[in-house]
């Protein structure tokens, strides 16, 4: 029975309906403007708002409702990985609430926590720390989420934070260097860093594409939103393009993003500099953007490649406009992977 996997953002919706089995193979893929602007539901209001998205796109593309995978934004899932001096599993077990507080955005009485030792150092090796993934689920938004499938008659089979299905899209091996991913949509980021096929660090950031149309509109008189995003697909960060004018509007709106990633280069080099990151990655809508790609390896100084979101997929796969599919393809991984 073939799967669909949907993911709810603020630019887009995103569906693909695979069969599964190895490798999914792709029979259809959705992309609809999210004219309603929202990823996650606040309130029943919002919640109705997205509801009628939803059903727009399950009805206008026939999208099957028997087995459905959701994507969760992390405004609803907040993943993180701490380092914490090594502890038994009694010992974590009662400071865990504790390190929640201080590392997941979301209040005590809301949260959900789950959480796995990703490495606990040898006895022997005190000085190191141990790793320790958090996965923090804000129950009330996560209740109004998956009631919009209820009522529209989808009883969601899996739902997952999008890091993971990014990561999973993306097929770490163990031979692949130490990567900083990069994953930019329109209103989130995503910094992962994988170093052979672990998540060593997770953080999500605001911001995107969005800020990029809107920095180009308030810098060119008379231009439209739709003219303003216009321009960004079509020049860019290229310099040699319009006398390099596009570029010199989005640059200083993309250095916030530019600095965090100059920022987590460092912490996590220092930290751990027997691995340090020799590449990134990027992924999302917006690192399809013209000069991006020459515009971060002139920034960190390192190989900077795009991601294949389609790699480990067959079928029907779209010519143009891959990136926004990746959470998608890496959600229906995850039955044949079982991780
Ligand atoms: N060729 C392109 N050049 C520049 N920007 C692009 C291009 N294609 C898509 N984008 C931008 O990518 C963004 C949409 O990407 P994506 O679909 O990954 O976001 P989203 O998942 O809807 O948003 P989010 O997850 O942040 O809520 C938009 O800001 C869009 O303008
Ligand atoms: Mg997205």
């Given at each position: 029975?073939?799967?669909?996997?949907?993911?709810?953002?603020?630019?887009?919706?995103?569906?693909?309906?695979?069969?599964?089995?190895?490798?999914?193979?792709?029979?259809?893929?959705?992309?609809?403007?999210?004219?309603?602007?929202?990823?996650?539901?606040?309130?029943?209001?919002?919640?109705?708002?997205?509801?009628?998205?939803?059903?727009?796109?399950?009805?206008?593309?026939?999208?099957?409702?028997?087995?459905?995978?959701?994507?969760?934004?992390?405004?609803v899932v907040s993943t993180k990985v701490i380092y914490l001096p090594p502890l038994s599993d009694a010992e974590l077990a009662s400071a865990i609430d504790w390190q929640a507080e201080q590392h997941i955005p979301i209040p005590l009485?809301?949260?959900?926590?789950?959480?796995?030792?990703?490495?606990?150092?040898?006895?022997?090796?005190?000085?190191?720390?141990?790793?320790?993934?958090?996965?923090?689920?804000?129950?009330?938004?996560?209740?109004?989420?998956?009631?919009?499938?209820?009522?529209?008659?989808?009883?969601?089979?899996?739902?997952?934070?999008?890091?993971?299905?990014?990561?999973?899209?993306?097929?770490?091996?163990?031979?692949?260097?130490?990567?900083?991913?990069?994953?930019?949509?329109?209103?989130?980021?995503?910094?992962?860093?994988?170093?052979?096929?672990?998540?060593?660090?997770?953080?999500?950031?605001?911001?995107?594409?969005?800020?990029?149309?809107?920095?180009?509109?308030?810098?060119?008189?008379?231009?439209?939103?739709?003219?303003?995003?216009?321009?960004?697909?079509?020049?860019?960060?290229?310099?040699?393009?319009?006398?390099?004018?596009?570029?010199?509007?989005?640059?200083?709106?993309?250095?916030?993003?530019?600095?965090?990633?100059?920022?987590?280069?460092?912490?996590?080099?220092?930290?751990?500099?027997?691995?340090?990151?020799?590449?990134?990655?990027?992924?999302?809508?917006?690192?399809?953007?013209?000069?991006?790609?020459?515009?971060?390896?002139?920034?960190?100084?390192?190989?900077?490649?795009?991601?294949?979101?389609?790699?480990?997929?067959?079928?029907?796969?779209?010519?143009?406009?891959?990136?926004?599919?990746?959470?998608?393809?890496?959600?229906?991984?995850?039955?044949?992977?079982?991780?």
């Amino acid at each position: 029975m073939p799967a669909t996997a949907i993911d709810i953002a603020t630019y887009s919706i995103k569906a693909v309906v695979a069969k599964q089995g190895g490798t999914p193979s792709i029979t259809r893929t959705a992309l609809m403007k999210n004219s309603s602007g929202l990823g996650f539901p606040k309130d029943e209001m919002q919640a109705e708002k997205i509801l009628k998205e939803v059903d727009q796109i399950f009805h206008d593309h026939n999208l099957p409702k028997t087995d459905v995978y959701l994507s969760l934004p992390e405004e609803v899932v907040s993943t993180k990985v701490i380092y914490l001096p090594p502890l038994s599993d009694a010992e974590l077990a009662s400071a865990i609430d504790w390190q929640a507080e201080q590392h997941i955005p979301i209040p005590l009485n809301q949260l959900t926590l789950e959480y796995q030792v990703l490495y606990r150092p040898p006895k022997k090796q005190t000085d190191q720390p141990m790793r320790v993934l958090l996965v923090g689920t804000r129950k009330n938004v996560a209740e109004l989420y998956s009631d919009i499938f209820v009522s529209l008659g989808i009883q969601p089979k899996i739902m997952e934070t999008q890091a993971f299905s990014i990561m999973r899209a993306l097929g770490f091996e163990e031979s692949d260097p130490t990567t900083l991913v990069v994953h930019i949509g329109a209103d989130n980021t995503q910094l992962a860093i994988v170093d052979k096929t672990e998540i060593k660090l997770v953080t999500n950031k605001k911001g995107g594409g969005t800020i990029l149309t809107k920095a180009i509109q308030q810098a060119v008189t008379n231009v439209t939103p739709e003219q303003a995003e216009e321009y960004k697909h079509t020049y860019g960060l290229q310099t040699e393009q319009l006398q390099g004018k596009i570029a010199q509007i989005l640059m200083p709106a993309l250095n916030p993003l530019t600095q965090e990633i100059v920022k987590t280069l460092r912490y996590f080099n220092n930290e751990q500099p027997q691995s340090p990151v020799t590449r990134i990655v990027l992924a999302g809508g917006t690192s399809q953007m013209p000069g991006i790609l020459s515009y971060f390896t002139q920034q960190t100084n390192l190989e900077v490649l795009l991601a294949a979101p389609f790699a480990g997929t067959n079928g029907e796969i779209p010519e143009e406009n891959q990136q926004p599919f990746v959470v998608c393809n890496g959600l229906l991984m995850r039955k044949n992977s079982n991780k």
